[in-house]
């Protein structure tokens, strides 16, 4: 003899379905907007960089100013003051190339880009490859 509780012996399935927490619903808006703001800044960094270029080149620094003639261009580029280079072992510097010396000719790589405007243009070098 036993007590009836009402109560079947088969547990109860809930069919409630799924439904996300707070956390969850405020998250997935950030982790969206996080990712297409860095594939928006990916391809924008890519297009701003999409005219650069490698040529090789036969510079002369002088005290002031370093003049390269680029192989296969008529004009050459000039530039004074700092430029980042990287050393024979593989390091950035920002400056003075080291390989550049004061009324020698040194061949090196360089990555340029062609800036247009109204009134004309140049090669600004974006920097200088110092390794043989």
């Not at 036993?2 to 619903?25: C, E, L, Y």
């Not at 808006?29 to 960094?45: F, R, S």
């Not at 280079?85 to 009324?103: I, K, N, S, T, V």
Request: glycine residues 12%; hydrophobic residues 40%; aromatic residues 6%.
């Amino acid at each position: 003899m036993g007590i009836d509780t009402g109560m079947s012996a088969r547990p109860v399935v809930s069919r409630r379905s799924w439904v996300p927490g707070p956390a969850v619903t405020l998250l997935f808006p950030i982790a969206l907007i996080v990712l297409i703001g860095v594939i928006a800044v990916a391809y924008w960094a890519g297009q701003a960089n999409a005219g650069s270029r490698e040529v090789e080149a036969s510079c002369a620094a002088g005290p002031r100013k370093t003049t390269c003639d680029v192989t296969d261009e008529d004009d050459p580029v000039r530039w004074s003051g700092a430029v980042r280079w990287l050393d024979g072992d593989g390091d950035w510097h920002d400056g003075r190339p080291a390989c550049l010396e004061r009324g020698r000719e040194t061949d090196v790589l360089l990555g340029v880009v062609d800036v247009e405007h109204d009134e004309g243009g140049w090669t600004e070098v974006l920097w200088v490859d110092c390794r043989d």
